[in-house]
């Protein structure tokens, strides 16, 4: 997948304003407009312009396209990191745009839509229930196992006296339930937009996402650990320590253990009902022959066992 310069696309500067960007639009589109143009490209440019207009005319898409850097180049191979959206707070959903109109850069960024788990605005005569709010938030595994109480902050988009998108930043205290799972969503009530008249506030939704752990992988509620064992913990089998979410413990590897086995500790991935399974993968780690002692054992391994590892390939 490509990335899209949609600035370039509009030819107007990162710090143009919204105004700005109107103008830049409707000059655009008169001119490749398939229906008058006689660019043999107009039909492509036009949908690419409609496309960075749909993303530039909207502060929140905006402020959410511009957390992806100005480093980025048109065309260039573009996957986005998982966290790049965290803390970043909207309202009502990435929808009104219609995302298998455009391009996959567009429906990775904002395909999602929300506005169903919600209901949106509600109007009751000149009242009006405000609208609720939306972020994804980065969580430790470990808050999953235990619960937590964090302090948060979130950024939101908001246009200035001049026209410009800035964003505003404010910090909340969360209780993290223990046994959330990703993707789970935690609902603050009153914390989205004011209500108008005598309406209630919104309310601001959290999606859970697991920093990326140096140990631990996470599917549903079962979690995940490669174990290095040594060549003969693995042949003769032992009982060695392996770290868990909530610390380490006593695994037994059974005799003849071979790379890849997979050994289920029942019940010790994520609480809930029913709760995880933690998996232990077995990798099998080799001392290095950085010694003259090292390497005569190696020899003689070589002589003694007459293995070969490649048997089964048939060569």
Same mark, same amino acid.
Request: aromatic residues 8%; hydrophobic residues 35%.
């Given at each position: 997948?490509?990335?899209?310069?949609?600035?370039?696309?509009?030819?107007?500067?990162?710090?143009?304003?919204?105004?700005?960007?109107?103008?830049?639009?409707?000059?655009?589109?008169?001119?490749?407009?398939?229906?008058?143009?006689?660019?043999?490209?107009?039909?492509?440019?036009?949908?690419?312009?409609?496309?960075?207009?749909?993303?530039?005319?909207?502060?929140?898409?905006?402020?959410?396209?511009?957390?992806?850097?100005?480093?980025?180049?048109?065309?260039?191979?573009?996957?986005?990191?998982?966290?790049?959206?965290?803390?970043?707070?909207?309202?009502?959903?990435?929808?009104?745009?219609?995302?298998?109109?455009?391009?996959?850069?567009?429906?990775?960024?904002?395909?999602?839509?929300?506005?169903?788990?919600?209901?949106?605005?509600?109007?009751?005569?000149?009242?009006?229930?405000?609208?609720?709010?939306?972020?994804?938030?980065?969580?430790?595994?470990?808050?999953?196992?235990?619960?937590?109480?964090?302090?948060?902050?979130?950024?939101?988009?908001?246009?200035?006296?001049?026209?410009?998108?800035?964003?505003?930043?404010?910090?909340?205290?969360? &209780? *993290? =339930?223990? !046994?959330?799972?990703? +993707?789970?969503?935690? %609902? #603050?009530?009153?914390? @989205?937009? /004011? $209500?108008?008249?005598?309406?209630?506030?919104?309310?601001?939704?959290?999606?859970?996402?697991?920093?990326?752990?140096?140990?631990?992988?996470?599917?549903?509620?079962?979690?995940?650990?490669?174990?290095?064992?040594?060549?003969?913990?693995?042949?003769?089998?032992?009982?060695?320590?392996?770290?868990?979410?909530?610390?380490?413990?006593?695994? &037994? *590897? =059974?005799? !003849?253990?071979?790379? +890849?086995?997979?050994? %289920? #500790?029942?019940?010790? @991935?994520? /609480? $809930?009902?029913?709760?995880?399974?933690?998996?232990?993968?077995?990798?099998?780690?080799?001392?290095?022959?950085?010694?003259?002692?090292?390497?005569?054992?190696?020899?003689?391994?070589?002589?003694?066992?007459?293995?070969?590892?490649?048997?089964?390939?048939?060569?």
């Amino acid at each position: 997948m490509d990335f899209k310069d949609y600035y370039n696309i509009m030819g107007v500067g990162r710090d143009a304003s919204q105004d700005e960007i109107k103008r830049a639009y409707r000059k655009l589109a008169r001119k490749y407009h398939p229906d008058v143009s006689k660019e043999a490209d107009a039909e492509v440019r036009f949908k690419d312009l409609g496309e960075a207009y749909a993303v530039l005319k909207d502060p929140e898409k905006r402020a959410a396209y511009d957390q992806l850097g100005a480093n980025w180049k048109a065309g260039q191979e573009f996957k986005p990191p998982p966290d790049w959206d965290a803390g970043f707070e909207f309202s009502g959903g990435y929808g009104g745009a219609d995302a298998s109109a455009y391009s996959d850069f567009f429906d990775t960024l904002f395909g999602r839509d929300f506005q169903s788990a919600t209901g949106g605005r509600r109007q009751a005569g000149i009242h009006a229930h405000g609208e609720d709010h939306h972020a994804k938030v980065m969580i430790d595994l470990e808050d999953a196992y235990q619960g937590a109480s964090r302090s948060i902050s979130l950024r939101a988009p908001e246009l200035d006296g001049t026209g410009h998108v800035t964003t505003k930043q404010r910090t909340l205290n969360v &209780k *993290i =339930p223990k !046994g959330v799972k990703q +993707g789970q969503r935690i %609902r #603050l009530a009153g914390q @989205g937009s /004011p $209500g108008l008249g005598k309406g209630q506030s919104g309310d601001l939704y959290l999606e859970i996402e697991f920093k990326p752990h140096k140990l631990f992988r996470v599917e549903g509620r079962d979690v995940y650990l490669e174990l290095p064992v040594a060549p003969w913990e693995a042949a003769l089998g032992a009982t060695v320590k392996a770290p868990t979410p909530t610390g380490p413990v006593d695994l &037994k *590897i =059974p005799v !003849g253990t071979t790379r +890849g086995r997979k050994l %289920r #500790l029942q019940k010790r @991935g994520i /609480p $809930g009902q029913p709760p995880g399974d933690l998996f232990v993968e077995v990798a099998i780690s080799l001392p290095p022959a950085d010694s003259d002692a090292a390497r005569q054992l190696y020899k003689e391994m070589q002589q003694e066992l007459a293995y070969n590892p490649r048997s089964k390939l048939g060569v």
